[in-house]
């Protein structure tokens, strides 16, 4: 493993903080042949900022559509395929519970997708953390639908378009209720 992987905080007697990460379009859309749909450099930096430091879990899918694995995080990558071969610092899960629970103890815990991987890690989140790309989308990979039933949004920070954002978007944060 880096060094920078082994300085992610470990606390074994504390429960991590499970956070969902995504970017959605108006209608839902994250992506379209397991690519992001948009070029939203300010969201890029968010989500470095945020998850730097930190267990990221995601499908194989989103995990394969990475040239590498990221910097600065432990890679945790769920795939039904029970001879799925990962490089030696990632490690496999075949469940969403079976992810979570190999990364309990470390500070905090980000799934950061696909679709079918946002939807089961729904009931485990204590946080998400949305990007609504302000624009109607075409895709094949959707967000699910947050249940203002359970969740509260607890902070909207909206921004424009410019050169190095081609839509409008919102950095929305919403908490368990």
Known sequence: MSNSVDKIKYLPNQKSEVIMIAAASENNVIGKDNKLIWKLKTDLK???????GHVII???KTFESFPKPL????????????????PEEVILAHTISQAIALAQGFEKIFIIGGGEIYLQAMPYCDVIELTKV???????????????????????????ADGDNEFDFSFLTYLKS
């Open 46 to 52: 968010r989500f470095k900022s945020l998850t730097s």
């Open 58 to 60: 995601m499908g194989r």
């Open 71 to 86: 910097p600065n995080r432990k890679h945790i990558v769920i795939s039904r395929q029970k001879d799925y071969t990962v």
């Open 134 to 160: 302000h624009t109607q989308s075409q895709g094949d990979t959707h967000f699910p639908e947050i249940n203002l039933n359970y969740w509260t949004l607890s902070k909207s920070e909206r921004h424009q």
